[in-house]
């Protein structure tokens, strides 16, 4: 009661990653709070997920097997989490804000009266004094997320109604394993006393998934274009630099709504969250919509030819010139250096 719950998401028998992301943020706030961190995973043949979400300092993990429950459906999923929350009364939630989480999260907020914050990038927590009602509420969950289009970042609470919901973004928080041999337990849930035969009105006779074959997440070296590379033509040269650096291309919304790259290649608040080793930010502004989804890459340099763009004050290394010019002189001297 009164703990800290993940829903974990499963395809093809593997948890997501945005799900493990969210064990290790879990595990931290747990331990702040001095309660436990719980999970609930539900599909089919289970059994070799434990391996993947106790390790990450999970002490009780629900698991809901039956073949019925993958992939993923919205009536049965919703009845069994919110009838589990029913029961463990969990002050926080927190789910992915993938696409099954951003159906989930809101049916179950709804059918449990609690609040929620979708998107958030960050999660804190800390107290509030509600000065009109001089009354101070203590280890509120902070749900940090950027708001009014990215122009702000606005920090949400919810004082008063439980479990207080958030649903996060993929890439924002690093994942990593507590324990390797850590001990948890594992409750098997009684299916049928969670959801009923109407809950699978709906039938998938066939289902097709074309897997994405970019993978910009995991690229350890990421060249970025903006509005600022002119054209589709010069946005090419950033590909002939990715090439030569072993990376990937990436963009941000403004070159992205002018047609220089596809969107599975922006970068951002509303794209990917990236973390690479080296970010190489050329002819981007730096809006916060952008930062959010790239402050965190381990080393950035930023080409532009405006000395006071926004992306310089993050920037560990700053190139004021025209990108178009700069870039081929990167991949001779890199060529050059390399042989």
Do not use: W
């Amino acid at each position: 009661m009164n703990n800290i719950f993940v829903y974990c998401e499963i395809e093809d028998g593997k948890i997501a990653e945005v799900s493990q992301e969210l064990l290790t943020k879990g595990r931290s706030l747990a331990n702040q709070l001095k309660c436990k961190l719980e999970a609930v995973a539900i599909g089919s043949g289970l059994d070799e997920i434990v391996r993947d979400i106790i390790p990450y300092g999970v002490d009780k993990l629900y698991i809901a097997d039956d073949q019925r429950l993958y992939p993923y459906q919205t009536l049965p999923h919703t009845s069994i989490v919110v009838k589990l929350f029913q029961e463990e009364k969990p002050q926080i939630v927190l789910m992915g804000a993938s696409p099954i989480g951003r159906d989930l999260g809101p049916r179950v907020s709804s059918a449990l009266h609690s609040g929620l914050t979708a998107d958030c990038t960050s999660l804190e927590i800390g107290d509030h004094i509600d000065k009109k009602a001089e009354k101070k509420y203590e280890n509120l969950l902070y749900q940090i997320r950027p708001a009014f289009g990215g122009n702000i970042i606005a920090t949400i609470i919810n004082p008063d109604c439980r479990p207080q919901m958030a649903t996060v973004r993929e890439g924002v928080m690093r994942k990593s394993i507590l324990d390797q041999d850590y001990k948890g337990e594992i409750v098997k849930l009684n299916v049928s006393k969670y959801v009923s035969d109407t809950d699978f009105v709906v039938e998938i006779l066939e289902r097709h998934i074309e897997q994405n074959k970019l993978n910009i997440k995991g690229s350890p070296i990421i060249v970025a274009g903006g509005y600022g590379m002119g054209n589709k033509e010069n946005f090419q040269l950033l590909y002939d630099l990715a090439e030569v650096l072993g990376g990937e291309v990436g963009a941000s919304r403004a070159a992205v709504d002018a047609g220089f790259a596809g969107h599975e290649r922006q970068i951002g608040q509303t794209g990917v969250t990236v973390r690479p080793k080296l970010y190489i930010a050329c002819g981007i502004s730096g809006q916060i919509q952008h930062r959010a989804g790239m402050d965190q890459s381990a080393q950035i340099i930023a080409i532009n030819t405006d000395h006071e763009a926004p992306i310089n004050s993050i920037a560990d290394y700053v190139i004021t010139g025209d990108v178009v010019e700069i870039i081929p002189k990167m991949i001779n001297y890199y060529k050059k250096n390399t042989k």
